[in-house]
């Protein structure tokens, strides 16, 4: 995004004034996220049982995120004088 102003000064000088802005929304790109919501187990199970389903308690946490496209909120200033 960029936004601009030009002031003239005298016939032939201006002064231009620029602001731009990059990534200016600065959102987190998640690539991956955890989605086993249950994890076979031979702890914690009755007795007689070998094996049994047991809550996964990362499900659903990111796991992985995106940062090499999209880095932090840039933004820009500057003065441009025309002769």
């Known amino acids: 995004m960029r936004i601009s102003r030009r002031f003239n000064i005298t016939e032939s000088t201006k002064l231009e004034l620029l602001a731009e802005g990059f990534n200016l929304f600065n959102r987190t790109?998640?690539?991956f996220v955890n989605s086993t919501l249950y994890a076979w187990s031979t702890t914690g199970c009755p007795a007689g049982v070998a094996q049994c389903?047991?809550?996964n308690a990362p499900f659903r946490t990111v796991t992985?995120?995106?940062s090499t496209l999209f880095r932090?909120?840039?933004i820009q200033l500057?003065?441009?004088f025309q002769f």
């Open 29 to 31: 790109q998640v690539t």
């Open 53 to 55: 389903l047991t809550a």
């Open 64 to 66: 992985g995120a995106d």
């Open 72 to 74: 932090e909120r840039q």
């Open 78 to 80: 500057a003065a441009r």
